[in-house]
């Protein structure tokens, strides 16, 4: 079964400071990974998918997020945070079955930006 | 247009009460998809139709029972709920496009059970 896990249940930056998301995934297929957003009571936004295409996926505001096979990571990043990144941050991998896909989450990381 | 809307933002209900939660969207997906997500953990999927048939039920008790009418609505009856089943209910939709299919989500339904 596929999985991924988010190392850092809090992750607390100070505005304009690099923010670094930890990602690691385990398939025995070529993943397809998703960074989704969550602000307090309400729904999920895409960042960034990986699809295969590039290594380096970029994403909204900002993002970016790089696939490494050798390390089984998809860690997600921005060069400088804005307090309007404080949110929830999950990182997710499709069990792509054809007939509709099953998202499957990690924890999750609470990202805290300090002025 | 990538909007998901889900009605209603926020429900209140008894253990004995019938309700329902209702989603739309009009990007023409072909798949929906119920999520329920608890406080503090990720969203964990519950149900996913794909053409309007079921093809997904993530073995979720009968008390909650999904509904797609057409390829642009998605219902989920409530019947006899407990209090556990408090939590935010999450709506998406898919293209069933090959490869990396994105699911977009709706603001959710905040559920309370008495």
């Known amino acids: 079964a596929q999985s991924v896990t988010q190392l850092g249940s809090h992750v607390s930056v100070s505005e304009g400071a690099l923010v670094l998301l930890r990602c690691n995934y385990s398939?025995?297929?070529?993943?397809?990974l998703f960074w989704y957003v969550q602000y307090p009571n309400q729904g999920l936004q895409l960042l960034l998918k990986y699809t295969s295409a590039a290594t380096l996926v970029k994403g909204i505001n900002g993002f970016e997020a790089e696939f490494k096979k050798s390390e089984t990571s998809f860690h997600l990043t921005k060069p400088s945070a804005h307090m309007s990144d404080a949110a929830e941050y999950f990182c997710a991998v499709s069990d792509a079955r054809g007939y509709g896909n099953k998202l499957v989450f990690g924890a999750g990381t609470i990202l805290r930006v300090k002025s | 247009d990538t909007e998901v809307t889900q009605t209603p933002k926020h429900l209140v209900m008894g253990m004995t009460n019938k309700k329902s939660l209702k989603c739309e969207q009009h990007?023409?997906?072909?798949?929906m998809y119920w999520y329920k997500q608890k406080a503090k953990k990720p969203p964990e999927l519950m149900f996913v139709y794909s053409y309007e048939k079921l093809s997904i039920n993530e073995s979720v008790p009968s008390r909650f029972s999904p509904e797609c009418p057409n390829s642009s609505l998605l219902n989920l009856h409530l019947h006899a709920l407990q209090p556990e089943d408090s939590a935010l209910y999450l709506c998406a939709s898919s293209q069933l496009a090959p490869g990396a299919d994105t699911q977009y989500f709706g603001p959710g339904t905040r559920l309370t059970v008495l």
């Open positions: 990007m023409g997906h072909r798949a």
């Open positions: 398939s025995s297929v070529p993943p397809y």
